[in-house]
């Protein structure tokens, strides 16, 4: 079994890294680049850079700080927000990311999704899927930031994306997100038995944890940390060695 993934998610509202509850609200952090690099060194298994306003202005402004955050942070990255075309991935994967997240974009245009998979594998297509609870048992999908609603359910949308070729799925809950009271892990556990692709879990997370009972109670893949990397309350090392604890199979830094 591949071992529990832990990757840094950080937000990025030109040229800063910010940080919010609920997707609102936001507070300037710093430099994105000399976070992503620190929780490099922590051992972070992946990063996972969010320009937070790119679907709202129709633009993605991380090309460049992906090609200078590539110099010298030699794991996966991610990068999402603001891609809307086979070659807006391309370029994306030129500056150095090594898979996209696509949200607003593959709900206008679902068949982005099998283009984009079909032109650089599923393996580098995450369809970004930011949800709300709307009622016992029922979760409907988001777009624009957690800001524009569907009427999508989520769950059934998430099955539609990997029957489209995404290779990957970030369940992000907009109701849990920077909130540190843990994670959904009820929709969590519903779409992991859904579907066969890797899903990485995002919202909510306080405490190492929150993680571990994402990967033990959930089955997720991958668990995207925010606020309590940024804000120093714990590091990649504190999380992994709580995993590990608890007999999370995790990659140990040297």
Not at 40 to 62: F, H, K, M, T
Not at 83 to 96: C, K, P, T, W
Not at 203 to 227: N, T
Request: hydrophobic fraction near 45%; charged fraction near 25%; glycine fraction near 10%.
């Amino acid at each position: 079994m591949p071992a529990a993934r832990v990757i840094a998610r950080l937000d990025v509202k030109a040229p800063n890294l910010v940080k919010g509850i609920r997707l609102e609200g936001l507070r300037v952090m710093g430099d994105p680049r000399t976070f992503a690099r620190r929780y490099y060194d922590q051992g972070a298994d992946e990063i996972l850079y969010v320009d937070i306003v790119a679907s709202l202005y129709g633009r993605n402004s991380l090309l460049d700080l992906v090609r200078r955050t590539a110099e010298d942070v030699f794991v996966p990255m991610t990068v999402a927000g603001g891609i809307r075309s086979v070659e807006d991935v391309r370029e994306a994967l030129r500056s150095g990311a090594d898979k996209v997240a696509i949200n607003t974009a593959a709900v206008r245009d679902p068949e982005l999704i099998r283009r984009v998979a079909e032109a650089f594998g599923s393996q580098c297509m995450v369809v970004d899927i930011q949800t709300k609870r709307t009622g016992p048992g029922q979760w409907e999908a988001y777009t624009d930031n957690g800001r524009e609603r569907t009427g999508l359910d989520a769950l059934e949308w998430a099955e539609r994306a990997v029957a489209l070729g995404a290779g990957e799925l970030l369940i992000t809950s907009v109701d849990r997100e920077g909130t540190q009271r843990g994670m959904e892990l009820d929709f969590l556990a519903r779409v992991t038995r859904a579907v066969a692709v890797p899903v990485i879990a995002c919202g909510g997370v306080g405490s190492p944890e929150h993680v571990r009972q994402a990967f033990a109670d959930a089955a997720v893949d991958a668990v995207a940390v925010a606020s309590i990397l940024h804000y120093g309350k714990f590091s990649i090392g504190e999380i992994k060695a709580h995993l590990a604890a608890g007999e999370v199979a995790v990659r140990i830094s040297a």
